[in-house]
Protein backbone atom coordinates (compact mmCIF):
# COMPACT_ATOMS: atom_id res chain seq x y z
CA UNK A 1 0.00 0.00 0.00
CA UNK A 2 1.68 3.41 -1.13
CA UNK A 3 0.78 6.63 0.65
CA UNK A 4 1.37 10.36 -0.36
CA UNK A 5 0.88 12.37 2.02
CA UNK A 6 1.42 16.65 1.66
CA UNK A 7 1.82 19.11 4.89
CA UNK A 8 2.47 22.58 5.38
CA UNK A 9 -0.70 24.55 3.63
CA UNK A 10 -2.34 27.16 5.28
CA UNK A 11 -2.73 31.00 5.49
CA UNK A 12 -0.43 33.34 4.38
CA UNK A 13 -0.33 37.48 3.27
CA UNK A 14 0.70 38.48 -0.37
CA UNK A 15 4.70 38.46 -0.54
CA UNK A 16 4.58 35.83 2.24
CA UNK A 17 6.61 32.13 2.17
CA UNK A 18 5.17 28.64 2.85
CA UNK A 19 6.54 25.16 2.21
CA UNK A 20 5.05 22.30 1.45
CA UNK A 21 6.22 18.89 1.93
CA UNK A 22 5.04 15.38 0.03
CA UNK A 23 6.11 11.90 1.94
CA UNK A 24 5.90 8.71 -0.12
CA UNK A 25 5.63 5.64 1.89
CA UNK A 26 5.06 1.98 1.56
CA UNK A 27 7.22 -1.13 -0.10
CA UNK A 28 8.13 0.28 -3.16
CA UNK A 29 11.67 -0.23 -5.92
CA UNK A 30 12.15 3.46 -6.61
CA UNK A 31 10.13 6.96 -6.97
CA UNK A 32 10.51 9.00 -10.53
CA UNK A 33 9.12 11.76 -11.36
CA UNK A 34 7.32 13.52 -8.07
CA UNK A 35 4.86 16.80 -9.30
CA UNK A 36 3.18 19.27 -7.48
CA UNK A 37 -0.34 20.37 -9.44
CA UNK A 38 -2.90 23.01 -8.17
CA UNK A 39 -6.64 23.17 -8.77
CA UNK A 40 -8.32 26.48 -7.77
CA UNK A 41 -12.04 26.50 -7.41
CA UNK A 42 -13.94 26.54 -10.52
CA UNK A 43 -10.61 25.92 -12.69
CA UNK A 44 -8.74 22.18 -13.51
CA UNK A 45 -5.75 20.64 -12.13
CA UNK A 46 -2.70 22.44 -13.62
CA UNK A 47 0.92 20.88 -12.91
CA UNK A 48 3.26 23.35 -10.71
CA UNK A 49 6.57 22.02 -10.84
CA UNK A 50 8.36 18.73 -11.39
CA UNK A 51 11.26 17.07 -10.09
CA UNK A 52 12.79 13.51 -11.35
CA UNK A 53 14.84 10.94 -9.84
CA UNK A 54 18.28 12.86 -11.32
CA UNK A 55 17.02 15.83 -9.82
CA UNK A 56 15.94 17.60 -13.02
CA UNK A 57 13.06 19.59 -12.76
CA UNK A 58 10.49 21.68 -14.23
CA UNK A 59 8.61 24.62 -13.81
CA UNK A 60 5.16 26.24 -15.03
CA UNK A 61 5.70 29.65 -16.37
CA UNK A 62 3.38 31.37 -13.65
CA UNK A 63 6.03 30.20 -10.98
CA UNK A 64 9.08 30.19 -12.72
CA UNK A 65 11.42 32.09 -9.95
CA UNK A 66 9.56 32.12 -7.31
CA UNK A 67 9.03 28.14 -6.41
CA UNK A 68 11.97 25.77 -5.69
CA UNK A 69 10.94 21.93 -5.96
CA UNK A 70 13.32 20.13 -4.28
CA UNK A 71 13.19 16.15 -2.73
CA UNK A 72 15.09 14.12 0.01
CA UNK A 73 15.58 10.84 -1.48
CA UNK A 74 16.82 9.18 2.31
CA UNK A 75 12.99 10.49 3.22
CA UNK A 76 11.22 9.66 0.21
CA UNK A 77 9.92 13.45 0.34
CA UNK A 78 9.41 15.96 -1.93
CA UNK A 79 9.15 19.71 -1.10
CA UNK A 80 8.11 22.72 -2.49
CA UNK A 81 9.05 26.00 -1.87
CA UNK A 82 6.69 28.88 -2.07
CA UNK A 83 8.28 32.52 -1.93
CA UNK A 84 7.07 35.77 -3.00
CA UNK A 85 2.89 34.27 -2.59
CA UNK A 86 -0.06 35.71 -4.94
CA UNK A 87 -3.75 35.40 -4.09
CA UNK A 88 -4.21 33.69 -7.63
CA UNK A 89 -1.54 31.25 -6.06
CA UNK A 90 -4.48 30.35 -3.77
CA UNK A 91 -5.31 26.56 -4.42
CA UNK A 92 -5.52 22.92 -3.17
CA UNK A 93 -2.01 21.74 -3.84
CA UNK A 94 -1.76 18.16 -4.84
CA UNK A 95 1.68 15.54 -4.72
CA UNK A 96 1.62 12.97 -7.31
CA UNK A 97 4.26 10.21 -7.31
CA UNK A 98 5.30 8.36 -10.17
CA UNK A 99 7.07 4.81 -8.40
CA UNK A 100 8.32 1.66 -9.51
CA UNK A 101 7.54 -1.30 -7.35
CA UNK A 102 10.42 -3.62 -9.25
CA UNK A 103 13.63 -2.63 -11.29
CA UNK A 104 12.03 -3.38 -14.41
CA UNK A 105 8.16 -2.93 -15.46
CA UNK A 106 5.87 0.06 -15.66
CA UNK A 107 4.98 3.01 -13.37
CA UNK A 108 2.92 3.81 -11.15
CA UNK A 109 0.99 6.71 -10.03
CA UNK A 110 -0.57 7.76 -6.49
CA UNK A 111 -1.98 11.36 -5.52
CA UNK A 112 -2.19 12.67 -2.03
CA UNK A 113 -4.98 13.94 -0.96
CA UNK A 114 -4.02 17.74 -1.10
CA UNK A 115 -3.41 20.64 1.29
CA UNK A 116 -5.27 24.07 1.00
CA UNK A 117 -2.77 27.18 0.80
CA UNK A 118 -5.12 30.59 0.65
CA UNK A 119 -2.76 33.90 -0.04
CA UNK A 120 -4.81 36.85 1.19
CA UNK A 121 -3.79 40.52 -0.51
Known amino acids: QVQVVESGGGLVQAGGSLRLSCEVSGIIFKINAMDWYRQAPGKQRELVAR???????NYADFVKGRFTVSRDNAKNTVYLQMNSLKPEDTAVYYC???????????????WGQGTQVTVSS
Open 96 to 110: NAEVNFKSAGPAWSY
Open 51 to 57: IRSDDST
